[in-house]
């Protein structure tokens, strides 16, 4: 290590302020035809006809995919979604290449994006520079003198979340306010932490703990400390990470605005927080402090505030260096990246590493998303799969509306609500209307760790400096999630919209080639799913601008509970794995959009067919087709320690159980299949729920 320089000097922006603008360019039309690839998804060679639909339904629609698809070795699970991804990581590694070749103007998409490949692909450099990247701060936290410190905590605090996107202690954000959806709000929260909220404290999850424990105390050796030195430190980080989780809300609570939107002074948040200066973390990030801010979990500061007060000094200095060493790990030499690797890979049970390239192909759509995506859509996405889906959109809204207008359970002040709502529903298809521009940003061919901290810093402090600003909306930028590289389609209450992203409109959810029963009753009930989300539980709080308003009556909330605890006692009742089922309430949004998506879908399908012949095609009706196509999109499997993770923290059901549970409900599907009281798939018409 000795006779390597350190890492280059590395200014993150070219010219000083650029930052703070709200930057964007024009969009660029999509010139390029999709490529061919191999057709995933929907095909009745999926099927296993030996199985009685009536008996297993889900069976009978995958059994030959289940019996032919192993999950790859460096996969959590296979299914619909990661199929995608890997077909998807090839269209993007030949993206990336041909940047990298391409030898393109400083600053532009391809001259980041290939700067960005070549420096993480030489591994020698990294295994050169070791830790060495780390060593400022490092030392920074060797030096801070503890306790009593408050202002050098907040501004170390501060420093931690701008260079490593996150810090252990508080981490402070800026967020439209909920209630007023045109102007943004400061949040103040307790910092990040590593391991899922369930994984400190349930007892099945000791397995992990133990993981853990052995990851933290291999990555401290590697620093330097002894043996038992390094076990101390692991218990120091494990325990108190288990104290402040035992604050964390619970999913459901997170998303529920009557638990967090916690409006209150600057002065008011510093009392749950007296231990750390939170005006020093403000000014360490460039922050003015504000009048109100917004806290949606007091009880977890306060429980950070617990920590600071009776730790010691070395324990708090412990949990810092952790989040240090672990926070950026993937992007430092041998042994630490090795390290992070092995146990993210045990921790899943997977049998290998996922391929350099791949690791890389998915940072570049993360990081340096933006101008990857604009590069995507000119290459995959043809302006008539656009148009095509837009056309799609407007049959299921149409059909949405319909069916408010009859809808026998809502009440006419609640129906003209929705009714209002709907209206102002933006969808839109593929890519937002402005790229984000990104050219500021240094990118070197030779800094792998100094690029992946400076195009955090921009997104933060681009974000940061929205603060007492107009609300700008940016549509299909929140990587990992919702990009246009990303597969999904996500509704978003806060700004009653919709993004259905460039890359989910692709096999197997949309075959441009296919019949409509296919496609409706695939991306077509993925587009009916989220439009049902602005009308649930969830969204059925936020009005049509995205503030936080009940619009519906008590009759109306009481009627949709009455279909809902419908749904909480079927999926509570459906196993997962020997003994663990799915948590009925956790997933009963997600269940509820399934069961509307596929209703709407199958609804407008008849529509968009009325009057036209329907022939029967490999055998199948066109309802028969549209429900198999709906469990082929669903075709999953998971390893056991995925499954059980999913089950704690998503709000969707598995894979497994959406291919056929939100079926049962539909009459359509009793009569393509000709279901009889007894079958297993049976469902008496009583116990079916229509909600939409
Ligand atoms: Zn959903």
């Not at 605090?157 to 007023?180: C, E, H, M, W």
Request: contains cysteine; hydrophobic residues 40%; neutral net charge.
């Amino acid at each position: 290590m000795n006779a390597v320089r350190a890492r280059p000097l590395h200014a993150c922006a070219d010219a000083l302020g650029l930052y703070g603008a709200a930057l964007a360019t024009a969009v660029a039309a999509p010139g390029g035809a999709a490529a061919k690839e191999a057709v995933l998804g929907y095909s009745p060679a999926n099927m296993d006809k030996r199985v009685s639909p009536r008996q297993d339904f889900y069976r009978y629609a995958v059994g030959n995919w289940l019996d032919r698809t192993g999950i790859p070795a460096s996969e959590p699970d296979i299914g619909a979604f990661n199929q995608i991804e890997i077909n998807l990581d090839r269209q993007v590694l030949k993206l990336i290449k041909d940047a990298a070749a391409a030898n393109a103007a400083p600053g532009s998409p391809r001259q980041q994006i290939g700067d960005y490949w070549r420096a993480a692909m030489d591994l020698k450099r990294l295994d050169e520079l070791g830790i060495k990247p780390l060593q400022d701060d490092l030392d920074r936290i060797a030096a801070l003198t503890l306790p009593g410190n408050n202002a050098a905590l907040g501004d170390l605090s501060g420093r931690l979340q701008i260079g490593y996107g996150f810090s252990p202690l508080v981490g402070v954000g800026v967020d439209t306010d909920a209630k007023n959806s045109s102007a943004y709000l400061l949040t103040i929260s307790a910092g990040q932490q590593w391991l899922d909220r369930d994984d400190y404290a349930k007892p099945d999850r000791q397995r992990v703990r133990d993981l853990y424990l052995g990851y933290i105390g291999s990555m401290m050796r590697s620093t330097g400390l002894s043996e038992q030195d390094a076990e101390a430190a692991a218990r120091t980080v494990l325990s108190i990470e288990t104290e402040i989780s035992a604050a964390q809300l619970t999913p459901l609570q997170a998303i529920d605005p009557d638990v967090t939107y916690n409006i209150m002074s600057l002065a008011e948040a510093q009392a749950l927080i007296p231990a750390l200066d939170l005006s020093a973390q403000l000014q360490a990030v460039g922050i003015t402090p504000p009048a109100t801010v917004q806290v949606p979990n007091i009880a977890a500061l306060k429980a950070v505030n617990k920590v600071l007060g009776t730790r010691s000094p070395d324990e708090i200095r412990t949990l810092l260096r952790w989040h240090v060493l672990t926070g950026r790990a993937s992007f430092l030499g041998q042994p630490w990246r090795g390290l992070d690797e092995a146990f993210k890979r045990q921790r899943m049970d997977l049998q290998a590493d996922k391929p350099r390239e791949r690791e890389v192909t998915f940072e570049v759509a993360v990081l340096l998303f933006s101008p990857l995506s604009k590069l995507y859509v000119e290459a995959y996405f043809p302006e008539s799969t656009r148009r095509d889906m837009t056309q799609m959109v407007g049959y299921i809204k149409d059909e949405f509306e319909r069916r408010l207008r009859s809808n026998p359970w809502l009440d006419e002040p609640t129906r003209a609500a929705a009714l209002d709502k709907l209206a102002k529903v933006d969808i839109q298809v593929g890519y937002p209307r402005e790229w984000i521009d990104y050219g500021p940003v240094v990118i070197r061919p030779d800094d792998y760790f100094g690029n992946a901290v400076c195009l955090g810093e921009f997104r933060q402090r681009r974000r940061l400096a929205r603060l007492g600003q107009p609300v700008v909306v940016e549509r299909f930028a929140s990587p990992p999630f919702t990009t246009p590289t990303s597969v999904n389609a996500a509704y978003s209450p806060q700004t009653n919209s919709i993004d259905i992203t460039a890359a989910i409109v692709q096999p197997p959810f949309y075959f441009p080639t296919a019949d409509a029963s296919v496609n409706y009753c695939t991306i077509g009930a993925v587009i009916g799913h989220e439009l049902t989300h602005g009308f649930d539980s969830n969204g059925s709080r936020y009005g049509p601008a995205g503030n936080l308003r009940d619009w519906w009556t008590p009759q109306a909330k009481a009627e949709f509970e009455k279909r809902t605890d419908v749904l909480v006692q079927q999926y509570s009742a459906l196993t997962l794995l020997p003994g663990l089922t799915q948590d009925g309430e956790l997933t009963l949004t997600e269940n509820t959009a399934d069961l509307g998506g596929i209703t709407l879908a199958h609804a407008a399908l008849h529509r968009a067919l009325a009057g036209k012949p329907q022939p029967k095609i490999d055998g199948l009706t066109t309802d028969q087709r549209c429900f198999v196509a709906w469990a082929q999109m669903w075709a999953y499997k998971g390893r056991p320690e995925r499954v059980r993770s999913l089950a704690s923290t998503d709000f969707h059901a598995s894979s497994t159980l959406r291919g056929f549970a939100p079926l049962l409900h539909l009459d359509a599907f009793h009569r393509a299949f000709g279901t009889r009281p007894g079958d297993p798939m049976w469902r008496a018409p009583k116990d079916r729920v229509v909600i939409w």
